[in-house]
């Protein structure tokens, strides 16, 4: 029982190899579309490289570039197969190729939806990843004379400008942490003195933050430093000004960005996937009705196309037989020799037992 | 004599308007580059609107969208012409407008020209434009309160840390206004009172910059206020800090990146300048080449292509001719009505 039978006339098979042309066509530029997509977010990745602890995130745009690079390929190969495919010369020579075809076309797809899946499976990863990469940049945001870390205020600074966000979880990050270098401090003043006795490290730590933490949108000039003391200011009270600083994470802020780039490209990569299939499918249904025409007596007359010469379970079966067969001939053939002999040996008895009975009949 | 003759033969034609109906279409697509250039500087001007008192002149802009649309026109048209002029059944109702087309199209490119030229020259003006522009700025940026003020600070905040700029010529300006709104200051205290008394006009000046002035690449959290007080900071040396604070001034620094946007524009329009030219010539010769067949019946025969039927003297002197009797003519039948009814 062939799955979903489809008769062909020549005009059809025409049709269906024009068609397939240029749809194959639409499917490189898709394939070439994905590579784009690919660099795009791995050049956004690795802008914030300093703020991200590890690389497991790149996975995703790793695999999209990979699969636009063979998905422009197979499917290039696609268009040539169906320009030889109403030339019954030239057709035969694809007839090897095309099953390997499938498979790769159908790994390209399983890819792309794994990509899919991945891009929402990984966020918790790169939640943690961020965690870790931005305590380091607010830890060694002093250190602008230590070589290796200096640019850490100068990127700490731009990224929370640029993502109008302030800190690890919130602006209070800041206050756990001594980010002004022991260069610009004087140690003989009190002030200094008390604080850094206040804590246990030895540390300089103050209810301040940064300038890059400041809001433009607040109607005042930036508060930055005693933020906890009301009475350091005129007209300020701490725990109901919201527009002086960014109330945002920057961890929050960077893992919506990714999210919503993400996302972005889910419905492009989703049509992709589409297109894709419908190539296989046409391509499956335009190697069976050519196949098929070149059998016959007249090849311009009407032929069946099919996607399976046999039911899904049937031919499940048949592959199945086939792998374990193969799989069973890369066993033998190492113990070659002995199984022969036994074989002989069964053979023999068999032949002896066979010979025997006739006497006593 | 003719200027620039060249021999055409039937394959030589069909070649000749192939090409020039080829760059016809590319000249289209370049009146569309022109069209989105004049778009892209008028939403560049009306952008930053604000920091130049509502005030910019949006002259040249509005004239490139204008020159964009109709050199996509001419350039459409004149690819119909030539596409049409390997028929001549097609060609005949073309000829005798063409040359009225022709001179058209001169003109356009003198005009394209000069278009150029201004791109270049309306750096003047806007430096003027940007001067008083962001001097208003300054001063309104205290009044959040103010109804149609109130986005000032966000906006030059916005702006300094974009452009990386501060103040009109430097950071010095800040000190010469009161930048803190009232709201905020303490009246009662004393160093409210010693500032606001020290100078004619009672405003609270300081030497202090807002924090969009800050510069992160300093390797020292950025020192906003007391800036000239060596004494106030530790290791401090307001003479040669350099990095604290950026050092360019906000005119400066959005001179120059309009002044880099019209340099790229005017670069451009030049070049498409060139290639409206090369077009028009072409057409001069597709239009030359078939009004010269040596055998007007037949479509084979040889004909000339020239660029001006006469030398570029004669072609001139002609022009003034006509011009003068056209001039006279007008005089003349006024005379001949007068002289009639004198007669009468």
């Known amino acids: ?361 | 004599m003719a200027l620039m003759v060249v021999k055409f033969d039937l394959k030589k034609r069909v070649k000749l308007a192939q090409t020039v109906w080829f760059m016809y279409w590319f000249a289209v697509l370049a009146g569309i580059l022109v069209l989105s250039m004049g778009l892209f500087f008028k939403i560049e001007l009306r952008k930053r609107s604000e920091l130049m008192d509502n005030n910019e002149s949006h002259f040249l802009p509005n004239l490139l969208i204008l020159m964009g649309l109709i050199a996509c026109g001419i350039n459409a048209f004149g690819g119909k012409v030539c596409y049409d002029s390997l028929d001549p059944v097609k060609f005949a109702k073309w000829k005798p407008m063409l040359k009225y087309f022709l001179v058209f199209c001169v003109c356009f490119n003198g005009l394209l020209l000069l278009t150029s030229l201004l791109c270049f020259l309306m750096r003047i003006p806007l430096q003027f434009t940007l001067a008083e522009g962001i001097k208003n700025g300054m001063k309104y940026y205290k009044d959040t309160d103010t109804p149609g003020r109130c986005y000032m600070k966000r906006t030059l905040d916005l702006m300094q840390m974009e452009f990386r700029c501060c103040g009109n010529d430097n950071f010095r300006d800040w000190f010469e206004i009161q930048w803190v709104s009232n709201r905020y200051l303490d009246f009662s205290s004393k160093e409210v009172k010693d500032r606001i008394g020290s100078n004619v006009d009672g405003q609270y000046l300081m030497d202090g910059v807002p924090f969009s002035c800050c510069n992160p690449t300093s390797p020292r959290p950025c020192i906003q206020y007391q800036m000239t007080n060596n004494s106030a900071h530790y290791s401090y040396d307001h003479y040669t800090e350099e990095l604290n604070v950026w050092k360019k001034g906000c005119r400066d620094a959005l001179l120059s990146y309009y002044g880099g946007i019209m340099n790229t524009i005017g670069a451009l329009v030049v070049l498409v300048t060139m290639l409206e030219v090369a077009v028009t010539v072409g057409l001069q010769y597709v239009n030359s080449s078939l009004s010269t067949l040596v055998n007007p019946e037949e479509v084979e025969s040889e004909s000339e292509g020239y660029l001006l039927e006469k030398t570029v003297k004669e072609t001139f002197t002609d022009i003034m001719a006509k011009m003068k009797a056209m001039g006279k003519g007008g005089k003349v039948e006024e005379g001949g009505e007068e002289a009639v009814a004198t007669v009468s």
């Open chain 1, 1 to 361: 029982m062939v799955l979903l039978k489809m008769k062909f006339n020549q005009q059809r098979r025409v049709r269906l190899a024009q068609g397939l042309w240029l749809l194959s066509w639409l499917a490189v530029m898709c394939g070439a579309f994905i590579f784009c997509l690919g660099v795009y977010l791995k050049t956004e990745l690795l802008r914030r490289d300093e703020v991200m602890e590890n690389t497991e995130i790149h996975v995703v745009p790793n695999i999209l570039m990979m699969v636009g690079l063979a998905s422009i390929g197979t499917n290039w190969v696609a268009t040539r197969v169906c320009q030889d495919s109403l030339d019954a010369s030239r057709f035969p020579r694809w007839k090897v190729l095309l099953l390997a075809w499938f498979v790769v076309a159908a790994l390209l797809c399983c890819l792309l939806l794994a990509v899919v899946v991945l891009s929402y499976a990984l966020q918790g990863r790169l939640e943690e990843s961020l965690k870790v990469g931005l305590r380091n940049g607010i830890r060694f945001y002093k250190d602008t004379d230590v070589p290796g870390r200096c640019f850490q205020k100068e990127t700490f600074d731009r990224l929370q400008m640029e993502f109008r966000c302030c800190g690890n979880n919130n602006f209070k990050d800041w206050f756990e942490v001594q980010w002004v270098s022991g260069r610009f401090l004087d140690y003989t003043a009190q002030e200094v003195k008390d604080r850094i006795r206040s804590n246990v490290d030895g540390r300089y730590l103050l209810d301040g933050v940064p300038f890059s933490c400041c809001n433009p949108a607040s109607p005042r000039p930036c508060l930055q430093y005693h933020l906890t003391d009301n009475r350091a200011h005129f007209n300020y009270d701490y725990l109901s000004e919201d527009l002086n600083l960014y109330s945002r994470g920057c961890r929050q802020a960077l893992t919506d960005y990714y999210m919503g780039l993400m996302n972005s490209t889910g419905p492009g990569v989703l049509s992709v996937i589409l297109i894709q299939v419908s190539v296989i499918l046409s391509l499956r249904y335009l190697q069976t009705a050519v196949e098929g025409a070149m059998a016959l007596e007249n090849p311009e007359g009407d032929s069946e196309g099919y996607i399976l010469e046999k039911g899904v379970k049937e031919t499940f079966e048949e592959v199945k037989v086939k792998v374990l067969t193969m799989i069973k001939l890369a066993q033998v053939d190492p113990e070659g020799v002995p199984d022969e002999a036994e074989a002989e040996k069964a053979a023999d008895t068999a032949t002896e037992k066979a010979a025997s009975p006739t006497p006593a009949s």
